[in-house]
């Protein structure tokens, strides 16, 4: 993976951990056992920390290789990096400790807001890719996927913060429906993969006859299968995501295959914590840890996204629209050139709809 490439994924989950983090919620934080909302800032922490190595790793290849602004910037980031690691360190470390109180841990996050900060400045020095500001998501029937699904409002809503998008829409498509793209993007993949060829990869198995074995625990043989199933089915993906690489898409283009990362590699680390304040009822979610994000975010869909029975639409500004003030986000304008909604289809004579031109005017 290139430097332009790794920065661009640690500068997305940089944004993200700073939108994420709220005073209210880290300072209820205590080093108490089984402290909810310390559990709830370690996993923050811990999956801001495992995208610093990942980016550490990747920056650190073929450095020797590299032209020399490519390794003067490298090397910026890399004693940022370095920095930001200790931060997080430090709050870990502090969290174990029974002299832990507010004004110290403000401190330390306020170090650590700010250097994140500083990498993020780091980053706008660069050229790196951006998302572009206008998002059409399309999904097919099949769970957890739909526009219903509470986690797909929040994600929705956190990218479009996230990238600061213009406008973001997300369409579940009818099966059968002709203009179903995920349909033929699946048709396409399933083409691709069934080439006919068997799947041939270095696959371990369990040697009950090793001494090794022999000496485990029922507990610890029980996660070394685990770990000997998670090996083969991920390499059994790269061999299918190899398939599907370069493989004719569904318009005409090419695909490309990826493999995803392991859970504990997710961009977005808090599902369960963000299950619970969905599943607690509203006039006791202020006592749930990341109460002050979820609040955050829950509102900003609010006013912001527009539902229909199969779609959810966002435009920057719809705010002033539902609230009657412009809210503090889409102060920073548009990215690119302003942007309406889709109109919505309107009845003509005999049955038909306008098309498309005549209902922009309607
Ligand atoms: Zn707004």
């Not at 993020?120 to 029937?141: H, I, Q, S, Y």
């Not at 957890?144 to 509470?150: A, D, F, M, T």
């Not at 083409?191 to 485990?216: C, F, P, R, T």
């Not at 507990?219 to 991920?234: A, G, M, P, Q, R």
């Amino acid at each position: 993976m290139t430097f332009i490439k790794v920065a661009a994924i640690l500068r997305d989950k940089t944004n993200h951990f700073l939108l994420q983090t709220e005073t209210r919620d880290y300072q209820k934080a205590t080093s108490q056992a089984k402290c909810l909302f310390q559990e709830y800032e370690q996993n923050r922490l811990n999956s801001l920390s495992f995208h610093l190595d990942q980016a550490e790793l990747m920056l650190s290849y073929d450095l020797n290789e590299k032209c020399e602004t490519e390794k003067r910037n490298v090397i910026q980031v890399y004693d940022l990096l370095k920095i930001v690691r200790d931060n997080i360190s430090n709050i870990k470390e502090n969290f174990k400790k029974a002299t832990l109180n507010i004004e110290d841990l403000t401190e330390w996050y306020e170090n650590l807001i700010g250097n994140c900060t500083g990498l993020l400045k780091l980053f706008d020095g660069l050229t790196l890719r951006k998302l572009k500001p206008r998002v059409l998501e399309l999904t097919d029937a099949g769970p957890g996927v739909g526009k219903s699904n509470r986690d797909v409002r929040f994600r929705a809503a956190e990218k479009v913060l996230i990238q600061n998008l213009d406008f973001y829409s997300r369409i579940h498509r009818a099966t059968g429906d002709c203009q179903n793209e995920v349909e033929r993007t699946q048709s396409a993949v399933g083409k691709a993969i069934s080439d006919g060829g068997s799947i041939h990869w270095e696959y371990k198995i369990l040697d009950i006859n090793s001494q090794e074995v022999k000496n485990m625990s029922l507990e610890d043989l029980e996660l070394f299968e685990d770990d000997i199933n998670k090996f083969n089915v991920s390499e059994t993906c790269k061999d299918l995501a190899r398939r599907v690489q370069n493989s004719p898409g569904p318009r005409g283009g090419f695909m490309v295959g990826l493999v995803s990362n392991t859970k504990d590699g997710m961009f977005f680390s808090d599902e369960a914590s963000l299950k619970i304040y969905l599943d607690t009822a509203q006039t006791k979610r202020h006592m749930l840890p990341g109460y002050n994000y979820y609040k955050k975010i829950s509102d900003f869909y609010d006013s912001h996204f527009e539902e229909g029975e199969l779609y959810i639409e966002y435009v920057k500004f719809k705010c002033e629209e539902k609230n009657g003030i412009i809210c503090e986000y889409c102060t920073n304008g548009w990215s690119a050139s302003p942007i309406n909604v889709v109109p919505k289809p309107y009845p003509d004579e005999n049955y038909k709809y306008k098309s498309y031109e005549e209902n922009a005017n309607v």
